[in-house]
């Protein structure tokens, strides 16, 4: 059974670069799945990032797009996430998953991606 | 930038029908999806496709969408289905995925 899992730094300077990886077990990312994070800040909703296929082609939040990275290490069946320029409104618990992509065609193709394996989460605050 | 509606509480007494709605003005083209988060632990999709329902999801939990709303129903809702509830979609271009703010459902 796939299982991912979070790991990183759990302070984090403001301006400072956030940097933090998933391990994936039990399942190869250079599979058909795509991969992503979430994040959630305290007592709040959840926000999607981004997403990545092993091949590197990713996806981001275009309100994030600016400061984010995500990156794949096939060879250690890991994925990453960078994100730049920290603020205080970064502190929050981030979550890896794995994505599913959907082909929906209805006249045009349409492309969904949703998470169904999600890492349990790591918090990250940012502060100095 | 695109945004999905939920109200912020729902509460019933065990054995009732809890619905919890979503609003977006691209639901009537986007699928919609729904995350259940209990304390402490990470969301669990509970339905994907407006209305398909993962393995290992209980038969109470079901989804539908109409127009610019789509409703998450809990029949029979248990104890143990408390939690936070979130409606996932996306824009109308597909590029920006979005959740709902949330619902948190009381069965008391």
């Known amino acids: 059974q796939v299982q991912l899992q979070e790991s990183g730094p759990g302070l984090v300077k403001p301006s400072e670069t956030l940097s933090l990886t998933c391990t994936v077990s039990?399942?190869?990312?250079?599979?058909?799945?795509?991969w992503g994070w979430i994040r959630q800040p305290p007592g709040k909703g959840l926000q999607w990032i981004g997403n990545?296929?092993?091949?590197?082609?990713?996806y981001y939040n275009p309100s994030l797009k600016s400061r984010v990275t995500i990156s794949a290490d096939t060879s250690k069946n890991q994925f990453s996430l960078m994100l730049s320029s920290v603020t205080a409104a970064d502190t929050a618990v981030y979550y890896c998953?794995?994505?599913?992509?959907?082909?929906?065609?209805?006249?045009?193709?349409?492309?969904?991606?949703?998470?169904?394996?999600w890492g349990k989460g790591t918090t990250v605050t940012v502060s100095s | 930038s695109y945004e999905l509606t939920q109200p912020p509480s729902v509460s019933v007494s065990p054995g009732q029908t809890a619905r919890i709605t979503c609003s977006g003005d691209?639901?009537?083209?986007?699928?919609s999806y729904w995350y259940q988060q209990k304390s402490g632990q990470a969301p669990v999709l509970v339905i994907y496709?407006?209305?398909k329902r993962p393995s290992g999801i209980p038969e109470r939990f079901s989804g539908s969408s109409s127009g610019t709303m789509a409703t998450l129903t809990i029949s029979g809702a248990q104890v143990e289905d408390e939690g936070d509830y979130f409606c996932?979609?996306?824009?109308?271009?597909?590029?920006?995925?979005?959740f709902g703010g949330g619902t948190k459902l009381t069965v008391l």
């Open positions: 990545i296929y092993h091949s590197g082609s990713t």
């Open positions: 998953a794995r994505v599913v992509r959907e082909t929906v065609v209805r006249g045009l193709i349409s492309y969904y991606y949703y998470m169904d394996v």
């Open positions: 496709e407006d209305n």
């Open positions: 691209a639901l009537p083209k986007k699928y």
């Open positions: 039990a399942y190869s990312i250079s599979s058909a799945y795509y």
């Open positions: 996932y979609s996306t824009d109308s271009s597909g590029n920006n995925w979005v």
